[in-house]
């Protein structure tokens, strides 16, 4: 058994990396970044602590490890982490129908574990047990259909092992997932970890005859998370998973009772947050991936796009403004209503704002009672980029409101206001022209600009759609809370000091909430 840190539970050994997100500053004493974003600064010591962006957790390391994990500032090495043998795993795959998708994912899991597959009152119940049996799979059938939810907690009941793996019937693993996606629960801690979900179709699929809106989604499939780890947690860059493959720790799961089975949408959402709500750790693995059957047809994936859409709803009544639309702080709500406002005095007026704030927290960086005060040059050089990151993600979400939660208000509006035309052009082209240079997905730029306002008219529709079924507008209204917010020092001898935490808006963080 490896000796274990007496703080974070992780085996001596293990290795930490600095999140790809985070910025150094002053020769690497201040990070910027985490989940949610925040400003940590390092002491001495516990800079010396650090192998350039890497951490060996042990006895000396282990305040500053628990601390640099627990912010979403740094990463498990997952190789780092001991293997967990997938004897301890179960996985329990809920489908209704779907007997080829069904085929090609029981061909794919690895061989001796054991396989649960759920029958959520299929038309053809006989096709899904003969496919499960050929593949040596137990089936549980239920007499009534639930929806995912309640399939997947019917399975999860039938099952013993400490760990079990959701898998849908749509997905392939790929090689190595699940033992990759193990090692995670090294961290006592970790509740839940999930992989990357990319399409089924390389990026290349265009020469294999695929249509336009499988190569969108295999670039802006909602399902996929990135290309970076990250520390789940609402409100931060990746706020939530979805259940199409994820894997649990079963005392966790059972103390939260499981997926909520009133909701046949969102409630992989919902599972994330009161996890982390109860203090659990949930983790996103990038270095694990399965690949998923996306819808090709555009009825289907209109349909579903709004299906997601009305998830919203009620996942504001159980979450507040977790799932809020857009987050702005007071400076940034005037910075972009100065903006939009498209008269003479608008971009000087936006400038004077975003000059005073700058000003402001570079003021209240160097005044943080740190011993060692920043300098002004360094205080100054953060303080402009968090203050442009803000400015930046205020006028993005401004126009994904836009385009995307309020269209059914702002396209009306359109009609008869040149003011209003003009931000939706610019706000629609901008978004494209910006998701293309990131995601570069192999789509021509005005088929993708198509494809990505059908998505925000789709999912806008669904919104809608479910606020008008709860009566609550609360789904559609965006966040507002303080700028920045300074913290006591940590005395010493614990090696990390956070000296400032910035709540800095991120740009269309809720792009689909399932």
Not at 145 to 154: K, L, Q, T, V
Not at 337 to 365: D, E, N
């Amino acid at each position: 058994m490896s000796a274990v840190s007496p703080s974070t539970g992780l085996p001596h050994g293990a290795r930490l990396r600095l999140n790809e997100h985070v910025r150094r500053y002053d020769d690497g004493r201040v990070l910027v970044g985490g989940s949610p974003g925040r400003l940590m600064r390092l002491s001495a010591r516990a800079l010396a602590m650090l192998d350039g962006d890497e951490l060996d957790v042990g006895a000396g390391t282990a305040v500053l490890a628990e601390r640099l994990l627990d912010s979403g500032l740094m990463d498990p090495a997952p190789a780092s982490l001991p293997p967990i043998s997938l004897d301890e795993m179960s996985v329990v795959v809920p489908v209704r129908d779907r007997s080829r998708q069904l085929d090609r994912l029981l061909a794919a899991l690895p061989t001796g574990v054991h396989v649960l597959v759920v029958d959520d009152a299929s038309e053809r119940p006989d096709l899904v047990t003969a496919t499960a049996e050929r593949h040596g799979a137990e089936v549980l059938t239920l007499p009534t259909n639930g929806g995912p939810a309640g399939a997947r907690n019917r399975g999860f009941e039938a099952t013993r092992t400490p760990f079990v793996a959701f898998v849908d019937s749509d997905v392939v693993p790929g090689p190595g997932t699940f033992e990759v996606l193990l090692r995670h629960f090294a961290d006592p801690r970790l509740a839940m970890v999930a992989p990357r979900i990319l399409g089924l179709e390389p990026r290349s699929a265009r020469a294999h005859g695929s249509g336009a809106l499988t190569r969108y989604e295999a670039a802006m499939s909602s399902l996929d998370r990135g290309p970076d780890p990250a520390l789940v947690r609402p409100l931060s860059r990746v706020a939530w998973l979805p259940s199409a493959c994820v894997v649990v720790r079963r005392g966790v799961f059972e103390s939260c009772a499981g997926f909520s089975e009133e909701m046949r949408v969102g409630e992989d959402v919902d599972l994330v947050w009161r996890l982390t709500s109860a203090g659990h750790r949930v983790r996103y693995e990038p270095a694990a991936f399965v690949r998923h059957e996306h819808r090709a047809t555009a009825s289907s994936w209109l349909t579903r796009k709004a299906v997601y859409g009305t998830s919203a709803a009620p996942l504001a009544s159980r979450h507040g403004d977790a799932v809020a639309p857009a987050v702005f702080t007071p400076w940034t709500a005037a910075l972009a209503a100065a903006v939009i406002a498209q008269r003479r005095w608008s971009l000087p007026v936006a400038g004077l704002i975003w000059a005073t704030i700058t000003a402001r927290l570079a003021t209240r960086l160097r005044s943080s009672g740190d011993d060692v005060p920043l300098s002004w040059s360094t205080a100054g050089q953060i303080a402009a980029r968090l203050s442009y990151d803000a400015a930046r993600g205020s006028l993005e979400q401004s126009g994904a409101l836009a385009l995307r939660h309020w269209w059914p208000v702002v396209l009306p509006a359109a009609l008869v206001s040149p003011r209003v035309r003009r931000i939706v052009a610019v706000a629609a082209v901008a978004d494209a022209i910006s998701e293309c240079r990131r995601v570069r997905p192999d789509l021509d730029p005005l088929s993708f600009l198509v494809d990505r306002r059908l998505d925000d008219l789709a999912y806008g529709a669904g919104v809608w759609t479910g606020a008008v079924r709860a009566r609550s507008a609360r789904a559609l209204l965006p966040r507002f809370g303080g700028s920045v917010k300074a913290r006591r020092p940590i005395a010493e001898p614990e090696p990390a000091r956070v000296v400032t935490s910035c709540s800095v808006p991120a740009s269309t963080q809720h792009q689909s909430t399932t």
